[in-house]
């Protein structure tokens, strides 16, 4: 599936297009699968670039964005943000909860003994 990028006040050159999809391919080492995926690359008043993405994966969607006085820069840092989202979701089903690491484990050596007393 491509990756859906708009332009605003600025036209996508085969370059722009090419380093978002790249950076969109990267983030599959996740074995996530990305639905739908959407750039907006704007350019403020300020002349300062501003991109936008969103992804939408199962059980949630994925959102960020960035403004850097480079757009190439602007583009890695919401890839960076992406991928801490991703990686969050991605490890979500693994992560123990801080509620059930204090609990005690019971060896079967102590309650055999506890059984013949």
Do not use: C, W
Request: glycine content about 4%.
């Amino acid at each position: 599936m491509t990756v859906d990028i708009t332009g605003k006040n600025l036209d996508i050159t085969p370059a722009i297009r090419e380093r978002i999809e790249f950076k969109f391919k990267k983030l599959e080492k996740y074995q996530v699968p990305l639905i739908s995926k959407h750039a907006v690359i704007s350019t403020e008043p300020n002349r300062q670039f501003k991109v936008e993405a969103s992804a939408a994966i199962p059980g949630g969607q994925l959102v960020a964005s960035a403004e850097h006085d480079d757009m190439y820069g602007a583009i890695t840092e919401v890839y960076q943000k992406l991928e801490r989202q991703l990686n969050k979701q991605a490890h979500k089903p693994t992560a123990r909860r801080a509620s059930h690491s204090d609990k005690p484990q019971i060896e079967e050596a102590e309650t055999e003994a506890e059984e013949e007393a």
